[in-house]
Every structure is written in C-alpha cells, then in structure tokens.
C-alpha cells in the first residue's frame, strides 16, 4: 500500500506495523519518523542498521518478540535497507507480531525494486516515497524559521540557503540552526556570514570542482583534485552535487531554445545565486543535451561502484571528472 509523504494523517492512522520509507529526502523521513511515530511514544526505541541483522535474522526476530518487563511496546528502526531484508520482512509480517512498528528506512528504489514492489502490494505493508524538496517547501520552512526567529534573512542568503540545501530540509535546517547561534553575537546576518559559517566554506571545493567539470575547465578541476584529499564521504557528495547540477543544467538546456541565456538564467526557479551565473552560462555552452543526460546515468552506476569499493573512491572520482 502506498501513502503520500503530504499525507501525514493517513501514515499517522495507518494500522500496519511494517512501514518502508525511501527516497533522498533523509531530513523528510526523519521528519515524519519523530512527529508521527516517536513523539509522545513511552515504549522501546530501537536503531539498527540492515548490516547488523541480515546475517543474525533469527535473533533480530526473537529480540523484537521478547517482551520487557516494563514495556509493551517497540518502534524498530531500519536504516539503509535493501532487497538484503525481503525475506526477513516477509518472516515478521507473516507471524503478525502485536505491539510492534518496524520502520524501513532505504534511499532511492526504482519502479522495478522487489522491495519496493512488495511494500505497494501487499495490502499489510506499507511505503512512503520521499522526493526532494522543492523552492517552495524550503521557502516555507525559512519563512516559518524568520517568523519563529524574528531574525531578518536578506533574499540573496535565502536564495544561498535553497541552493544548498539540494532538495533536502535537513541540510537547510542544519545550516538554519547555526544562523540562529550566530544571531545571539550578530544581530545583522549578511551573506558573507552564511557563507563562512555553514558549510559552505568547507565544501566550497566540491562546489568549485563541480562547477568546473560541467564548464570542462579541466585545468582547474586537475588542480582542485591535487589541492585537496577528498575521502569516499567527500567523493559521494561530489557525485550527488554532480547529478543535481547536472539535472539543473539540463532543465536549463530545455528553457533555452531561442531564448536569451540572461533571461532564463534570470527567471530560472530556484533562483541561481548571482556569483554562479557565469559559470552557469559556461556550462550550458559547453555541455550538450546528450552529454548531460550521458553524466546523469553514468552517475547512478558511479555511486553504487563507490560504495562497493571506497577505498578507491578518488580514483574513480578523479577518472570521471577529468575524462568523461
């Protein structure tokens, strides 16, 4: 069965027990995971990742049975699922085990995931698909945060704050909460502060590399790859700051047709930070439709290669970026 992430009723209502969350929006799952199952919750609370219980399933299925003296009731959290844990979450669902909330938190699954699959069929198990976030979430989550703050945030640092936050709140209320400490000392936040004080300035490379590769400046993307020793952490969010680029550059590509490169950059949504502009138009001179849609899929297998193999991450990250 499958519920709408918008539709925080029904997953609150719901009677089924075995929940799967998936999607890249973590800062929505964990969202929906405090306000409509942990809040105000008085039994036990336990997280576990795939990897602790796959090999141990006839455990894991005894622990979450084994009642405690003092409580009757148990949310188990599952983080970073995959079709691993099919047959463990038939075994529970089909032993109908009261008391319980098992709740599956994976990533991106495609149309043809058996896990996926499973959970919108069966009538007892139920997903929740998390999609980024777009401008107007995020804009609604500053706007309550200014409200709730009383602390005057200029457009150009909200359109700052949308840009990175990459269609996920979590990283906009992250960055949203240390603009907040800062408000205590400064009462007059400006863009250089933000820039200085979130993350930004320790991901600044990432950005430029980036924004390189896609202009194929591949002078400048060798020596951002020699100036800095980026880890397999690092080279993740390379590839993800890489497709989200990518996937804007192509949005761009498709506005174009005769139109003024200034006036669609201009009235492009979300709002493209004023510093980027020029880089911006780089790209879409110097990068093909083809091209594009070429990176975006060449990406997707990068990631899951990365992950196998982390220790050569950079390796990867370096081949891809200086010859594809």
């Known amino acids: 069965m499958i519920i709408k992430s918008f ?23 964990n969202q929906i995971i405090n306000n409509c199952f942990i809040k105000n919750f008085k039994g036990e609370l336990l997280r576990v990742e795939e990897s602790e219980i796959i090999t141990i399933q006839n455990q894991f299925i005894e622990s979450i049975l084994n009642k405690s003296l ?23 669902k089909d032993r109908k085990i009261e008391g319980i909330k098992i709740i599956l938190k994976s990533n991106v699954l495609e149309k043809n995931s058996k896990l996926r699959t499973l959970f919108e069929k069966e009538k007892d198990l139920t997903c929740v698909p998390f999609y980024e976030d777009n401008e107007k979430n995020l804009i609604i989550i500053i706007q309550n945060f200014v409200r709730e703050t009383d602390i005057k945030l200029s457009r150009e640092i909200s359109n700052l704050l949308i840009e990175r936050a990459k269609g ?10 240390k603009i907040k400490y800062l408000s205590i000392s400064k009462k007059n936040i400006q863009t250089e502060d933000v820039i200085e004080l979130t993350n930004l300035a320790e991901n600044y490379s ?38 989200n680029k990518s996937k804007r ?55 899951l290669i990365i992950k196998k193999n982390s220790t050569n991450s950079l390796n990867f990250i370096s081949d891809f970026v200086l010859n594809y």
């Open 206 to 243: 990432v950005f430029e590399l980036t924004d390189n590769y896609l202009a194929k400046n591949f002078k400048k993307v060798s020596r951002i790859l020699n100036e800095n020793n980026y880890n397999s952490e690092d080279c993740i969010l390379i590839l993800r700051t890489i497709l």
């Open 168 to 177: 996920d709140r979590n990283n906009l209320l992250k960055e949203l909460k």
């Open 70 to 92: 003092f409580e009757d009731n148990k949310i188990v959290i599952i983080s970073r699922v995959t079709e691993k844990i099919i047959n463990l979450i038939i075994d529970i």
């Open 7 to 29: 539709e925080i009723e029904k997953i609150q209502n719901q009677n089924n027990n075995i929940i799967l969350l998936y999607g890249l929006n973590e800062g929505y799952k």
């Open 249 to 303: 550059l192509l949005k761009l590509k498709n506005e174009m047709n005769n139109n003024n490169i200034d006036l669609v950059l201009s009235s492009f949504k979300p709002p493209i930070f004023w510093k980027e502009k020029e880089i911006v138009k780089k790209q879409i001179q110097s990068r093909s439709n083809e091209e594009v849609k070429k990176i975006i899929y060449k990406i997707n297998d990068l990631e």
